[in-house]
């Protein structure tokens, strides 16, 4: 047999051990640590951007990420320029979305430190014999940072893109307008899109365990004393 099919082959192995030993970490964790990756993306990627198309192919889109923004122009369809600001820049005008983006992000950094530790919580022995209440109480917080996390952006961008663009037309966080020239349009960039698997992800993780001890309760229950038990 010649190398690269051993090679192949051994690497299909490879890959079949690891992806046994991470799904046997259990749903709860397998969910959490990829909510934590897609969240790690979501920090890493633009929130929200805005277009304006003349029309013809030539148009500008502007990426907000945390502490930048990234203007791509395309002259008839091909592209002209990328320039890359700090919203600290005197030409950038955009003091009120870097405020709510840095909201944002913070939202984001919040909600991945509550998946770190529940992912360690659900890591200890111990926490196999909690409570449904406790099991409970853990999803309830991770679905409300969670919620924050991704309805932040929703609720403060629009406005904030609103005064810095100059545009009241802007009063959602997905949209489009009818302006002078052209048209601008609005939305959610890739990173709100990988916050919402996060977030999707980090739920169904936080509250599997609550579900689990809801559908096997009399596991937990201890036996009765013996004087109770009938005599066989």
């Known amino acids: 047999m010649s190398p690269a099919p051993v090679a192949v ?3 299909a192995q490879s890959v079949r051990k690891y992806t046994k030993r991470f799904l046997g970490l259990g749903w709860p964790r397998v ?3 990829l909510g934590v990756v ?4 979501a920090i890493v990627d633009p929130v929200w951007y805005t277009t304006f198309d003349r029309g013809g192919g030539t148009y500008v889109t502007t990426s907000y990420s945390w502490g930048t923004l990234t203007e791509v122009s395309y002259e008839s369809g091909a592209w002209s320029q990328t320039l890359i600001r700090s919203y600290t820049a005197s030409n950038a005008n955009s003091a009120a979305l870097a405020n709510a983006l840095s909201g944002s992000y913070l939202a984001v950094v ?11 919580l659900f890591s200890l022995e111990w926490t196999r014999r909690m409570p449904p209440l ?7 917080v991770l679905v409300v940072f969670a919620l924050v996390a991704l309805l932040y952006p929703i609720l403060t961008v629009p406005s904030a893109a ?11 966080y997905w949209g489009s307008v009818s ?3 052209g048209t601008r349009s609005w939305g959610g960039a ?7 698997v996060a977030v999707i992800l980090g739920i169904v993780g936080g509250i599997w365990p609550f579900l689990q001890s809801m559908r096997a309760p009399a596991s937990r229950v201890p036996p009765p004393p013996r004087e109770w038990q009938v005599e066989r």
Do not use: K
């Open 110 to 120: 919040a909600l991945l430190i509550v998946l770190i530790v529940v992912i360690a």
């Open 134 to 140: 406790a099991f409970l109480i853990v999803g309830l």
């Open 179 to 181: 302006v002078a020239f």
């Open 38 to 41: 897609f969240a790690l993306l």
């Open 162 to 172: 609103a005064s810095d663009l100059g545009q009241t037309a802007i009063t959602s």
């Open 9 to 11: 082959h051994a690497a």
């Open 190 to 196: 890739l990173g709100w899109w990988f916050l919402l």
């Open 31 to 33: 969910f959490l640590i």
